[in-house]
């Protein structure tokens, strides 16, 4: 469902940034936005791999891969930042889908629940 939204919420930012702002805007968001959903799919993969073997085997090759990730991650954020193509704060909104569509989806759920208590 994070994902989901995630992908629908970046569609939707990049629309918007690239008509009612600028390309430039638009092309920020997609790139900042890519990089933080194809990330936390590749988190989201790891984590399943990891829940589903014996834990103290491949707990240290989780965080291998979770640290290099995370490296490979900052040095593209850098080299696209120092090159100076694409707008920064568009860049770091386009980061944040992820995070918008995990507090998106956690209060939808909470209220969800509440609805159905106060119902019962």
Known sequence: MVQLAS??????????????FAP?????????????????WLLKRDLLGLLRGEL???????FIKYYTRLFILAVLLFLII???VLQIAGLL????????????????GVRKELNIKEAS
């Open 24 to 40: 430039l805007v638009g092309k920020s968001l997609l790139v900042g936005g890519v990089l933080a959903n194809l990330s936390f």
């Open 93 to 108: 909104i386009g980061l944040s889908t992820v995070f918008v569509s995990v507090t998106v989806v956690a209060v939808a």
């Open 82 to 84: 120092r090159s100076g």
């Open 7 to 20: 992908w629908v919420l970046l569609a939707v930012m990049v629309v918007v940034g690239w008509f009612g």
């Open 56 to 62: 103290t085997a491949v707990k240290a090759r989780f």
